[in-house]
């Protein structure tokens, strides 16, 4: 039997996972390590610990799976996306924390580019919205911050990378200085359609070009991993952002596919091809892979709040004691009572965009009790992806087919089944829920002749799938009540 690698680096932990060669799960292992806030809104990663976290995780994994490190065929890297590091060509040394994807230090930074008139550009070329998400501005704070830096990124002295980036560089030992297109697609550097770093983008950051990874596909060798670390070389084939791993670890191969991740908040990436989708609704455009030279796309677009919305119900608001139980609530109703939740904390996403919108509840009777509550929560879940894939369909022009999902909540059948009722879709659950890991697996394994694309195919086994059954008219009146739900809540700060 002969393995793949899968090296998970996420935003809390750094995960390793091993598969065979028939694409299931053998053994993984997952490392957190520290989260550092120097100040309200900023936060940092020590760029060694998500080295050691990384490489103790992966010698973790490969141990419990008992294996060779002869039979290992490749390592493939999932990652954290957007989070920044600089460090030095000759040494490998971090000069500074990595500014995770998370931190809101560079807000000002982004303020000047829009001030400056470049919104329409870095939509247009990046395919992204100017934010201090993304990693450009990051790296522009970085060299502004540290004395020398911008003279030594024009003299070659010194490297900026995502995750990706310098795990293949450190993995090397110092012989990669690479990223994937995935990872360069979310650094509002990147020219998506011309596949480069964009000249005037680099120029607006005043971001030196020696500085910059060569952009290689998203599958594919990019160099073998010392033979300090596992005790013999292993080729390093293949990197993407984590986002775009799930996509391909779900097997959405072909335009108008799409994966919704059930976390914390929900992540949606829908495929759309060979072309970038410019999003009427204020979706990212993103590059979904790089394979063979060739980019496919992606709209990506995420729910503020999903998960949160239960992790609400339980620490804050007392109504259930676990996440799971949630769903014997819903289901002691034999529908909503007319009861929505809004659950616009932090101001409302995609497609409405409304940062002055906050949590609401509407539709309470005096027979409305905590079930009401619970399966309103759960059903807002669904509603929020469902507006999210719609406008999806609408600039990619493709209708949906199937709905494939993962994440902790998506543990929940409750929630699925609505899911697919309210979409009028199937809505699928993969064998192996580290859909993640296997996508990078499946990106390496692909590079090393493993898997072709027909066998990658049946590489990704579905677990369930649950149907839609609600007629079309309930469907729409409870759409329709949800969007007057919205129409409530949004507004609700004052400017
Ligand atoms: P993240 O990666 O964002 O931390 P996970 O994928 O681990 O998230 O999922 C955890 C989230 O899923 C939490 O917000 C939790 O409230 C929610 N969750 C977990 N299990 C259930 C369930 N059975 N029903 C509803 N929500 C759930």
Redesign the pocket.
Request: hydrophobic share 40%; glycine share 22%.
């Given at each position: 039997m002969k393995y793949i690698v899968a090296l998970d680096q996420?935003t809390?932990s750094s995960r390793a996972v091993v598969f065979d060669e028939n694409g299931a799960l053998v053994a993984s292992h997952g490392i957190e390590f520290r989260q550092i806030y120097p100040k309200p809104g900023w936060v940092e990663h020590d760029p060694e610990d998500i080295y050691e976290s990384q490489l103790n995780a992966l010698r973790a994994a490969v141990e419990k799976a008992g294996i060779d490190a002869a039979d290992i065929l490749a390592v493939g890297i999932a990652n954290q996306r957007e989070t920044a590091l600089l460090w030095e060509r000759e040494t490998g040394r971090p000069l500074h924390n990595a500014i995770v994807w998370q931190c809101r230090r560079t807000a000002p930074l982004v303020e000047r580019l829009k001030e400056d008139g470049l919104g329409n550009t870095i939509r247009d070329r990046t395919g992204l919205i100017p934010d201090a998400y993304f990693s450009g501005t990051k790296l522009e704070w970085l060299l502004d911050s540290i004395d020398g830096a911008r003279d030594r990124a024009q003299n070659g002295e010194l490297c900026f990378g995502t995750v990706d980036s310098f795990l293949a560089y450190r993995l090397t030992g110092g012989r990669a200085h690479v990223t994937d297109a995935t990872n360069a697609s979310r650094t509002m550097l990147f020219n998506i359609h011309k596949q480069e770093w964009d000249e005037v983008l680099l120029r607006a950051m005043d971001i030196p070009a020696p500085l910059l990874p060569t952009v290689v596909d998203s599958s594919g060798v990019i160099g073998m991993l010392d033979k300090s670390i596992l005790g013999r070389e292993v080729p390093i084939a293949a990197m993407a952002g984590d986002q775009h791993a799930a996509l391909y670890g779900q097997a959405c191969f072909g335009p108008g596919e799409a994966k919704n991740?059930?976390?914390?908040?929900c992540f949606v990436l829908m495929n759309t091809g060979a072309r970038p989708v410019r999003s009427q609704f204020g979706l990212l455009s993103t590059v979904a892979w790089r394979v063979n030279g060739k980019p496919t796309y992606a709209l990506e677009g995420s729910v503020f709040v999903?998960?949160?919305?239960?992790?609400w119900l339980?620490d804050e608001m007392k109504l259930i004691s676990?996440?799971?139980e949630?769903?014997t609530l819903a289901r002691s109703l034999a529908d909503n009572g007319g009861v929505y939740l809004v659950p616009a904390f932090t101001g409302m996403g995609a497609p409405y965009w409304d940062m002055y919108a906050r949590g609401t509840i509407v539709g309470l009777t005096r027979g409305a009790g905590r079930a009401h509550i619970v399966r309103a929560a759960?059903e807002s879940?669904a509603y929020q992806s469902a507006d999210v894939l719609e406008a999806m369909e609408k600039d990619g022009g493709v209708r949906m087919a199937a709905l494939r999902v993962?994440?902790?909540?998506s543990?929940?059948e409750f929630?699925m089944q609505f899911q697919s009722d309210i979409l009028g879709v199937p809505v699928v659950t993969p064998q192996v829920t580290e859909t993640t890991a296997l996508g990078a697996a499946m990106l390496a394994g692909r590079a090393v002749g493993l898997w072709d694309d027909n066998r990658l195919k049946t590489v990704w086994q579905r677990k369930k799938e649950f149907r839609p059954t609600m007629p079309g008219e309930n469907r729409e009146r409870l759409l329709q009540q949800w969007r007057r739900a919205i129409e409530r809540a949004r507004k609700w700060e004052e400017e």
């Open positions: 996420g809390t991740t059930y976390g914390t908040g999903a998960g949160a919305a239960i992790q339980r676990t996440a799971a949630s769903e759960l879940i993962d994440g902790g909540a543990a929940n929630l």
